[in-house]
């Protein structure tokens, strides 16, 4: 059981790294001009639909990352499925990233096509709301309802 978590928990970390070097990555190109800046900062109607679809895909986005997030906390797992359920966790786990993912680039993308901070914000809110997807031990154990193994017991002999 803890090589199947110790394994979950790198493939998690693994998708939470790169959840984060997609931004930069994404800032770096831009910053170099390998991608045009600033395309539609003269155009206010451009400026205005690009700013309003960023906004309202973030308003639509994160709060079903959070109505996910407790869905996985509601469900019960049974012993005997582990493996299964922590398949199902990864997944979901990655679908929660993906949804802020969908966010953040978009609005990156905004937010150097607009030249506006506006978009930038909802990046911030996208990149705090990934905090809590946060992979970790514990917050395994919470979300899949298991009980953590006692270091105790196993240092103890007996």
Do not use: H, W
Not at 12 to 39: D, H, K, R, S
Not at 67 to 87: C, D, G, T, V
């Amino acid at each position: 059981m803890e090589a199947q978590i110790k394994q979950v928990l790198k493939k998690l970390y693994v998708q939470f790294f790169f959840f984060m070097l997609t931004p930069v990555l994404l800032a770096v190109i831009y910053e170099t001009n390998t991608l045009p800046v600033g395309l539609y900062a003269d155009d206010i109607k451009m400026q205005y639909l690009i700013e309003s679809v960023g906004i309202l895909v973030t308003i639509v986005c994160v709060p079903l990352v959070f109505i996910l997030f407790r869905l996985m906390q509601k469900r019960k797992i049974e012993n005997n499925i582990l493996s299964m359920a922590l398949n199902r966790y990864v997944f979901s786990c990655a679908k929660r990233l993906a949804l802020l993912e969908i966010v953040v680039i978009l609005n990156v993308v905004a937010s150097y096509m607009t030249l506006n901070n506006s978009s930038g914000y909802c990046v911030l809110i996208a990149l705090i709301a990934s905090f809590f997807c946060l992979p970790g031990k514990k917050r395994l154990y919470a979300e899949l309802n298991l009980q953590q193994p006692d270091s105790n017991e196993t240092n103890s002999v007996g």
